[in-house]
């Protein structure tokens, strides 16, 4: 079985996962032209080489022309979505991502997820990445996600909602359940968007599984921290305890 181990001692966020997908190998042509498929426009996908405390890997931008970031609801992405061209699957599993952020955010709300009005993540840049990272692991033939412990930061961040603590707390509320740590920087390291997307979609939770590593992917995030501002992605056979 081809696995997908993602190591966040950085944190994660939609765009460091597509940046660590493209340096595993995904090939920038085939997801742009996936990415096609769901007919928006007025954006570009643009990857740099960069290098974090000696550490090379591939940060991704979403360039759009939207003023404002428009706040989309469930309603409205569940329609670009399903209207596009994607495979099934693509689609299937792009809307519980979206569907579970909708419902960490509502109950932080006090409303009901189709009552939310997405802000950051209903913007392009964000269906981009939640539909890009689904799009990248179908296509390097990942059929199994795990995931090591999550490095969450600390201190606060401002958003549409106002200065919220870190984790902020729709992505707590995504992590429930998930082995979560902070070693003290002060800085949001894991966004709503990456905490629903690999909580969506690993299957455990834990230490690096006994596989065969066949390629290495270094997603980088903007911000310069004391640590490699980097998610590491190692892609492989998942092997059994008798295998040499």
């Known amino acids: 079985m081809q696995i997908a181990y993602f190591h966040i001692f950085s944190g994660i966020s939609g765009n460091m996962i597509l940046g660590a997908l493209l340096d595993a190998g995904l090939e920038l042509s085939n997801l742009a032209a996936e990415l096609k498929k769901l007919g928006l ?19 991704v931008e979403v360039k759009t022309a939207e003023d404002n970031s428009p706040a989309r609801d469930l309603a409205d992405i569940r329609k ?12 299937e599993q792009s809307l519980k991502i979206f ?38 692991i179908q296509h390097l033939g990942i059929e199994a996600i795990h ?12 958003c549409a909602h106002g200065r919220l ?13 998930v082995p979560i740590y902070s070693t003290g920087i002060e800085s949001e390291l894991v966004t709503p968007t990456g905490a ?4 969506t979609l690993a299957e455990q939770f834990g230490d690096l599984p006994l596989m065969r590593i066949e390629s290495i992917g270094y997603g980088a995030g903007s911000r310069d921290l004391e640590i490699p501002n980097l998610l590491r992605i190692s892609i492989g056979g998942l092997l059994r305890a008798n295998d040499r």
Do not use: M, W
């Not at 603590?165 to 359940?177: D, F």
């Open 41 to 59: 426009k007025n954006y570009t996908l643009e990857v740099e080489k960069t290098v974090k405390k000696g550490v090379s890997g591939s940060y």
């Open 80 to 91: 670009i979505i399903t209207t596009s061209q994607l495979d099934d699957t693509i689609q």
């Open 99 to 136: 569907q579970r952020l909708a419902e960490a955010e509502a109950k932080i709300h006090n409303t009901t997820p189709e009552e939310i009005h997405f802000h950051e993540v209903g913007a392009i840049d964000a269906i981009i990445d939640i539909v890009g990272a689904v799009i990248g």
């Open 147 to 158: 995931c090591s412990r999550v490095h969450t930061g600390r201190g606060f961040v401002d």
């Open 165 to 177: 603590p870190i984790p902020a707390p729709a992505t707590l509320e995504l992590l429930q359940g």
């Open 196 to 199: 629903a997307i690999i909580t």
